[in-house]
């Protein structure tokens, strides 16, 4: 009899804790969904990488957090469909704003504590966003599809050509941020990093018409002077390439003779691309 009472009230128990879920004191389940961009002017280009890890972060429809740290950033999890997702309870009437962040970062990586000051590292991440604001609770749930934060540098050349500590090869972007705000979707303005960033290369045989190399930076949106020096036998001076805009969801491509770079016959042009996989659009 006794162990009947005991189940009986853990049957009770459990009930009990299945209506609190249900109910949640007025909360009700919504799946949330995070969706990476897989076609047109979104498409990866050749060497990147997927994602590795998403997060949503959830504030009230006037952009303040949540009561009981309910607007702490919450890890999604990666469906067999290559989607993130995640349930969350929320308010029916309640007006929500939802912000996202999905990036490269390897595991071990500390996650981002605060989506309106993503801190970022230069080089070969790749970062993406989106947000959906002032939401209510639907059957439905939410699907947003990410965007890039970054633009992508590629380096082309149409000489052959040969690094080493000797003769190395830098490009340089000046401008570059370490943070980004995903609900205004902008960089945090005091977050610019000193010097900018450098890609440094030092070994390598590079034949004409082949990738030297590619990386990520975090821009404001501004134009600027990008430097290309390959300091190599001809002891070439750097070389300028002037008013390339550095934007978020672009592909900046630095094409030419790299071999003479810098000197009178050598000639280095950017083409920009909303489009990773193509670099159709000179400006």
């Keep these: 009899m006794l162990a009947t009472a005991a189940l009986l009230a853990s049957c009770s128990q459990d009930d009990g804790l299945q209506n609190t879920v249900n109910n949640n004191e007025g909360l009700k389940p919504m799946t949330i969904t995070a969706s990476l961009p897989t ?29 009981d740290n309910n607007s702490d950033v919450k890890e999604m999890t990666l469906s067999t469909d290559g989607t993130f997702t995640t349930t969350v309870y ?43 604001l002032d939401k209510q609770w639907s059957a439905e749930g939410i699907n947003v599809t990410l965007s890039h934060v970054v633009s992508r540098v590629t380096v082309m050349t149409e000489s052959d050509f040969t690094v080493s500590d000797a003769w190395p090869l830098t490009v340089t972007v ?31 045989e590079y034949e004409a018409n082949a990738e030297v190399a590619h990386f990520y930076v975090l821009g404001d949106g501004s134009t600027q002077k990008l430097a290309l020096h390959y300091d190599g036998p001809l002891e070439n001076p750097a070389i300028d390439i002037n008013d390339v805009p550095v934007s978020a969801n672009t592909h900046i491509t630095l094409t030419g003779d790299i071999y003479h770079a810098g000197l009178v016959w050598g000639n280095i042009k950017a083409t920009v691309s909303e489009d990773w996989t193509e670099e159709d659009k000179p400006f």
Excluded: H
């Design 39 to 67: 076609d047109g002017m979104q498409t990866r280009a050749a060497g990147d990488v997927d994602a590795t890890r998403c997060y949503v972060q959830i504030l009230n429809g006037d952009g303040s957090e949540l009561e």
């Design 90 to 132: 929320l308010k029916e009437d309640a007006t929500y704003d939802f912000l996202f962040w999905a990036d490269t970062e390897a595991d071990g990586t500390a996650a981002p504590k605060d989506l309106k000051a993503v801190e970022y590292t230069n080089g070969q991440t790749i970062a993406w966003a989106g947000k959906d």
């Design 174 to 204: 000046p401008n570059v941020y370490s943070m980004y705000n995903v609900e205004t979707g902008a960089v945090v303005a005091d977050s610019e990093v000193s010097g900018g960033y450098m890609l440094d290369v030092t070994d390598g």
